[in-house]
């Protein structure tokens, strides 16, 4: 099976993990350059993307995890902005505003709703057959 064969949505899904990745080398390549010490989880996204392309339910299954946990950053992010807590997007800091705190919100509840996006592509019956993970019996 080629990858024009996979559907359309889990071929978004694994070109987002190797854009996540693209951007997080990017990150921690500019870091370096500017004298920052920049570990960014992130970069295990990479090689999920292209594990996914394999369709081996070992690269299903670490996506998944690795979405939930961005997940659960990404809400903890949320209460700091609403806490009033400096929160950084993409390495600048929003501030104290309320505008930059409406901006943090707004990306934030994007962020979330695209990795439960990913999650539910991930988790649809057919796409689980695809990687050989057997149904679940309701």
């Known amino acids: 099976m080629s990858a024009s064969d996979m559907p359309r949505a889990l071929r978004v899904v694994a070109w987002l993990c190797i854009a996540q990745g693209g951007i997080a080398i990017a ?3 500019c ?13 295990a996204m990479l090689p999920v993307g292209l594990g996914l392309f394999t369709r081996r339910a070992g ?13 659960f950053l990404v809400v903890l ?8 807590i400096a929160v950084g997007v993409a390495g600048q800091n ?24 990913c999650v539910r592509v991930l988790c649809r019956d057919d796409d689980r057959a695809r ?4 149904r679940v019996a309701t």
Not at 36 to 42: F, H, T, Y
Not at 59 to 71: C, G, I, K, P, S
Not at 77 to 84: K, M, P, Q, R
């Open 94 to 117: 929003l501030g104290p505003g309320p505008v930059a705190r409406a901006f943090g919100l707004l990306t934030a509840g994007l962020m979330f709703w695209l990795l439960q996006w």
């Open 131 to 134: 990687f050989g993970v057997p």
């Open 59 to 71: 690269w299903r299954t670490f996506a998944l995890a690795m979405f939930v946990l961005f997940q």
């Open 27 to 29: 990150n921690m390549t």
């Open 77 to 84: 992010a949320g209460i700091a902005i609403v806490a009033g």
């Open 31 to 43: 870091g370096v350059g500017g004298h920052r010490n920049v570990i960014d989880l992130s970069i």
